[in-house]
């Protein structure tokens, strides 16, 4: 998982600084349609939350309200996902000093 996101950040940064430069939007959402249960569920998104911070440090923007969709199949353990939210927004409000807007997270089985 982290080599994916390692390859796939430079493209994801520079995505969110176009975007950023050009429409300066106040709610962005992300959505990670395959998200897991276990560990690695909320890697994705926090990688994603840690460039959007970045980018609207750099370009000396108020930090943005963040929403993120969760999605994967219904045998899926969602109660798992929501038990480890309080401790990814701790770790999130540690690794940006309380700087960031609001996150707001939703989790949905797909279909079968």
Request: proline share 9%; charged share 20%; with cysteine.
């Amino acid at each position: 998982m982290k080599k994916i996101n390692m390859v796939l950040a430079p493209i994801v940064d520079a995505s969110i600084e176009e975007l950023c430069s050009t429409l300066f939007p106040e709610c962005l959402k992300i959505a990670d349609l395959g998200c897991s249960s276990g560990p690695n569920t909320l890697l994705v998104v926090s990688d994603i939350i840690a460039i959007i911070q970045n980018t609207f440090r750099k370009l000396n923007l108020p930090p943005p309200s963040l929403q993120a969709f969760l999605n994967d199949l219904p045998r899926n353990d969602f109660n798992t996902v929501f038990r480890s939210l309080p401790g990814f927004y701790n770790k999130l409000d540690e690794e940006h000093e309380n700087k960031s807007g609001p996150c707001f997270i939703a989790a949905m089985p797909g279909m079968s």
